[in-house]
């Protein structure tokens, strides 16, 4: 049976002409369905066949993955707890922010190493808690799992090597290095730029592993790739089936086997998503995030606890981490199907055109002269790791924009200040989206709640160093509920109910995501009586809220009863210009540059 017998057939060019048609009676244009990505690919919103890329499909990720739950506080019930529901790999955070090398005993008394795998993330203390644990699986705790966690950022090359070796000569189920991709993440970069870097690391470790003696394929076997998992689900999807394929290339241009090629990868939720305000919508975050990372094929997966930002997450936050992850294999059934992304017309283009952005981005690192451990020691390594960016033009092509040093304006700062001005200006484009509301942050910049009781002091939420989306809203929050009384902005309603409900709504909705209070005048046009309900309000500043009909006829009346009674600032949410307004709100405005002037006006105290 033929579902589409009986109707003509439909080409994209058909179904464009429908779009165009549909759009014109709004006086809008084909191009207000696409969208652009922070690493400047646009999406289309509509892919068919014509669209798969050509040449071979990505290699398959992994059928399910390793729960693996992190840990920074010295307890030991909290994780046989996670053992015992449903974790079966532990991260455990060794040294000054974390537990101290030589509690480790303890934590891991009660586990099983040969059945429980542990990754490290010791920093300078690498080595020291490496021998706490290899010490563990010598007195009979069994044969260690998992990975050192070494790092040419934290540890140097010597140590790096020095691991390396023994791991790859001494426990065969132990890897040496981690290539963290996260803290340029959590810096603001893109996928494409999280991408890249990862791959100059990546390169940077092969090239100390090969000086070390290690074979390329030793060398390979050495190293897991860490990266950003986040609620877009698409984005995530598309960037770990991407890095898959340009390590493949990355192993191919050094010589390696094609069981070799493939990418060890652990994907974290996101840390820059997550909010401390409503912060049980991380739940829904990390679920997508998860989601992601299953369908992308990350071998492992955590879940960040949805109270990660108010410190140790408590149990539940735990359990709900677990659960995720139960739900998403057991009941979903996601883990049942290899790569069902897979042959989708838009993630097969999307992971594509990714890749080649990230290759065109780990070139121009290259060229710059790679990242710390890379292009520097080069000469000592004397491997074919050399043959890496040389061979990238002729496996991808040479990109639009990539290349040599012209493409980075010269590169005068080396690679360092390439990466670090490149993310900044990613930072930049995100943070802009954000203050306009182009990017919501659900319960923050949208539908925030002003009496929610958070589960810890939203004030404690650490904030130090890391970088998080919801920052600038959440900064401005923490200063209301500061103030001895909430400040207040006085919504001047015009009309019946029906007339100013909708821009009312959309008002409070933006001056709440500061925390400020509204209260409606209610349903009216005399401007006086409006006047005497905001002087009775207690506020100080205004919006008027209606129809541009009712605006016509009322604003610079209504407008001028409030300045007269003392309103320093009037805001009218909607169009037009009228005498007496100080400013306009609508959809896409700068809702901080809003806020922030409105403190100014409220003279909230810092």
């Known amino acids: 049976m033929k579902l589409a017998a009986g109707y003509p057939p439909t080409t994209r060019d058909d179904w464009h002409a429908m779009a165009v048609a549909v759009l014109s009676r709004s006086g809008l244009e084909f191009g207000a369905l696409t969208s652009r990505t922070y690493d400047g690919l646009t999406l289309q919103p509509l892919y068919d066949a014509a669209d798969l890329p050509a040449g071979p499909r990505p290699p398959l990720g992994a059928r399910g993955w390793d729960v693996r739950q992190r840990h ?55 080595s020291a808690a490496a021998e706490v644990l290899l010490g563990l699986a010598a007195a009979g705790q069994g044969s260690v799992r998992g990975n050192l966690g070494a790092s040419l950022g934290t540890a140097g090359p010597a140590v790096v090597a020095a691991l390396a070796t023994r791991c790859a000569r001494e426990h065969p189920g132990l890897r040496a290095v981690v290539v963290d991709a996260t803290p340029y993440h959590d810096a603001g970069a893109s996928d494409a730029q999280e991408l890249g870097c990862s791959l100059a690391l990546g390169v940077a470790h092969l090239r100390v592993l090969t000086a070390a ?177 040389a061979g990238g033009a002729e496996m991808v092509g040479e ?116 925390g400020l209070a509204t209260e409606g005048a209610g349903p009216g046009t005399d401007p006086g009586q409006i006047a005497t309900a905001f002087a009775v309000s207690g506020a100080r500043v205004a919006c008027l809220c209606s129809t541009d009909k009712l605006y016509g006829e009322h604003a610079e009346a209504v407008a001028a009863a409030l300045k007269r009674a003392g309103a320093r600032r009037v805001w009218l949410a909607g169009k037009g210009e009228y005498e007496h307004v100080d400013g306009r709100l609508f959809a896409g405005c700068d809702a901080l540059a809003v806020l922030r002037t409105t403190f100014e006006d409220l003279e909230v105290a810092r």
């Open 72 to 126: 920074a506080v010295a307890d030991p019930e909290a994780v046989l707890a996670d053992l015992e529901n449903g974790v079966t790999s532990l991260w455990l955070v060794v040294g000054d922010e974390g537990i101290p090398a030589g509690e480790l005993p303890r934590v891991l008394k009660d586990v099983y190493l040969d059945l429980a795998p542990v990754v490290l993330e010791a920093g300078e203390s690498v």
């Open 213 to 389: 003696g290690l074979s390329v394929e030793q060398a390979l076997g050495q190293l897991e790739f860490r990266y950003a998992a986040t609620a877009d689900q698409f984005a995530t999807i598309a960037k770990l089936r991407a890095a898959r394929v340009t390590w493949r290339r990355v192993a191919e241009a050094c010589g390696a086997t094609a069981t070799a090629q493939a990418q060890v990868q652990h994907a974290v939720t996101s840390s820059a998503m997550m909010t401390a305000r409503d912060p049980w919508v991380n739940m829904l975050r990390t679920t997508l995030a998860c989601f992601a990372a299953g369908v992308g094929g990350a071998d492992a997966v955590t879940v960040q606890p949805f109270d990660v930002r108010f410190g140790a997450p408590d149990a539940f936050g735990r359990r709900i981490a677990r659960n995720t992850h139960a739900l998403l294999m057991e009941e979903s059934g996601v883990a049942r199907v290899a790569d069902p992304a897979g042959g989708s017309w838009y993630v097969e283009r999307r992971t594509a055109e990714l890749a080649e952005a990230a290759w065109a981005w780990f070139q121009e690192i290259e060229a710059a002269g790679g990242l710390p451990g890379g292009a520097g020691e080069a000469a000592a390594a004397g491997g074919g790791t050399e043959a890496v960016v």
């Open 399 to 514: 990109p639009e924009g990539a290349g040599g040093p012209e493409a980075a304006g010269g590169l005068p700062g080396g690679a360092e200040e390439v990466v670090a001005a490149g993310i900044a200006r990613v930072r930049a484009w995100r943070d802009g989206d954000i203050a306009h509301r182009r990017f919501p942050i659900t319960g923050v910049s949208e539908f925030p709640n002003l009496e929610e009781k958070p589960p810890r002091d939203a004030r404690a939420a650490r904030r130090g160093r890391d970088v998080h989306y919801a920052d600038a809203f959440e900064e401005l929050r923490d200063l209301a509920d500061a103030q001895p009384e909430r400040p207040k902005v006085f919504l001047a309603t015009i009309g019946p109910v029906a007339a100013h409900t909708a821009r009312a709504s959309f008002a409070a909705n933006l001056f709440q995501a500061g």
